[in-house]
């Protein structure tokens, strides 16, 4: 068993190899969408962009259940080698890594089965239904292991190895890459082709993953890691409740989305198709940003994680404080992108007559104006998560989605019509940063004293 640099290496070198592949691996992991949406967008036209963007709740809820468990698990681990628990951290990594598998199957057999049925729940047009069903289809067969990929990507930057972590998604990124084009256009396979890009590139991703189960340097398995124990799985999860309920609450808030744009959007000039595929092309390039928060986080939750444990709460405080300043930066960036280049970034999806680019233009300066702020809320739950307060980390979670985005989603529309759609989204990420700032101040005094 070696020592943990976790405890004694300086935070901003700690949080730089952590943090960095996890960017590239959170990133890789948007880029799946991201690239399917351009090559169809340019393939098969901005009804082929809807419909990725209506079959996009599957990802969410897929990254939901992985988030749970990955996220759950290697949060365990953390806190027990932290605690000097090797014994318990195996057990919290093997529990982990069967309940990823169990939830795979569950979640692919559920998504098959009600696929009509969801898809129109999503908020599929009658135009769009069609696409949006032969891509979803196929696309499911690759979520159970894009769930034991990303939920094992958290175990190995546990284990202290973030690059091996980024490989795994880097690799399925590639071929998904390579082969979107060669489906798409080569092989005329349309929406097909980039669904089964998509699959592939997860398949791959997920071998290399699961070979790590035989490299965990921190970590000694027996067969007993990996007997289901109802107790430690109820563990896991509630320590991943927070960033699972973030991810389950943006899936309820895309479903209204898209539903108010279409109802809304119906009573304007932009009619039904235009605001739905407006909205997924800015809400998947805000997800490029999210994913840089996310693996700022995830590369900052191990750090967290082991020294609060090992009641280092000095060392605590310094990885949230960088990792506030790595987000603000990356913040600043994107606001300027989207503010001044927002036609741009637009263009990239594919074409559109004049209308069609003035509401999606609209539509990313309004919804994301408050980009330097909103990766705060993220990163001050997932602070939470990391030691070990689930229940104020799931609580902070839900602020910005639950509490705030969704009831004023429901409510400005009766005011402002579809311009109270993209209303909300300012308002409720200003008000979850300023919530986020009250709560970590809070917990800071209480280590403070407690020092």
């Known amino acids: 068993m070696?020592?943990?640099?976790?405890?004694y290496e300086k935070i901003p070198?700690?949080?730089?190899?952590?943090?960095?592949?996890?960017?590239?691996?959170?990133?890789?992991?948007?880029?799946?969408?991201?690239?399917?949406?351009?090559?169809?967008?340019?393939?098969?036209?901005?009804?082929?962009?809807?419909?990725?963007?209506?079959?996009?709740?599957?990802?969410?809820?897929?990254?939901?259940?992985a988030l749970l468990v990955?996220?759950?698990s290697s949060s365990r681990v953390s806190l027990c080698l932290g605690c000097k628990e090797p014994k318990a951290a195996a057990k919290a990594a093997g529990n982990g890594i069967v309940l990823m598998g169990i939830f795979g199957i569950i979640y692919l057999l559920v998504g098959e089965t009600f696929l009509p049925l969801l898809l129109k729940a999503f908020g599929a047009t009658t135009a769009v239904f069609p696409y949006a069903k032969q891509y979803a289809s196929i696309t499911l067969i690759g979520m159970p292991f894009l769930i034991v990929t990303n939920g094992m990507s958290n175990l190995i930057r546990a284990d202290g190895k973030p690059k091996y972590s980024m490989a795994c998604m880097v690799v399925g990124a590639i071929i998904n890459t390579i082969l979107?084009?060669?489906?798409?256009?080569?092989?005329d396979w349309g929406i097909a082709g980039g669904a089964w890009a998509t699959v592939i590139g997860q398949i791959f991703s997920f071998t290399l993953?699961?070979?790590?189960?035989?490299?965990?340097?921190?970590?000694?398995?027996?067969?007993?890691?990996?007997?289901?124990?109802?107790?430690?799985?109820?563990?896991i999860c509630s320590m991943g409740i927070s960033s699972c309920s973030n991810q389950i609450a943006i899936t309820v808030i895309q479903i209204i989305q898209y539903n108010s744009l279409t109802y809304y959007g119906a009573l304007?000039?932009?009619g039904t198709d235009i605001p739905l595929a407006a909205c997924g092309i800015v809400m998947k390039t805000n997800a490029i940003i999210l994913a840089i928060v996310t693996g700022i986080s995830q590369g900052m939750q191990p750090i967290i994680g082991f020294n609060y444990g090992a009641r280092q709460y000095h060392r605590v405080r310094e990885a949230y404080m960088l990792a506030i300043k790595w987000n603000l930066v990356v913040s600043t960036i994107a606001f300027i992108a989207f503010q001044f280049f927002p036609r741009s970034i637009i263009s990239l999806?594919?074409?559109?007559?004049?209308?069609?680019f003035e509401f999606a233009v609209l539509f990313m300066r309004t919804y994301i104006f408050m980009v330097l702020v909103n990766g705060v809320q993220l990163l001050s739950s997932d602070f939470f998560t990391a030691i070990g307060k689930a229940l104020k980390g799931a609580l902070l979670a839900l602020t910005r989605q639950t509490f705030f985005l969704i009831p004023l989603t429901l409510l400005l529309p009766l005011r402002f019509g579809i311009m109270g759609v993209l209303l909300a989204g300012p308002v409720a990420d200003?008000?979850?940063?300023?919530?986020?700032?009250?709560?970590?101040?809070i917990e800071f005094k209480k280590q403070k004293n407690d020092m």
Do not use: M
């Open 349 to 356: 999806f594919g074409d559109g007559d004049e209308l069609y």
């Open 2 to 7: 070696t020592e943990n640099p976790l405890g």
């Open 70 to 72: 990955g996220i759950g």
């Open 268 to 270: 304007t000039k932009y």
């Open 209 to 235: 993953a699961l070979r790590y189960l035989w490299r965990f340097q921190t970590i000694h398995f027996e067969k007993k890691s990996f007997l289901f124990d109802i107790k430690e799985s109820l563990k």
């Open 430 to 441: 200003f008000s979850a940063f300023v919530l986020s700032v009250v709560l970590v101040g």
């Open 13 to 65: 070198k700690l949080l730089k190899n952590f943090a960095v592949p996890s960017i590239v691996a959170s990133l890789v992991g948007s880029i799946y969408n991201i690239v399917d949406q351009i090559f169809i967008g340019q393939g098969v036209g901005y009804l082929g962009n809807a419909a990725t963007n209506v079959a996009y709740p599957f990802s969410t809820i897929c990254l939901a259940i």
């Open 180 to 187: 979107d084009p060669i489906f798409i256009f080569v092989c």
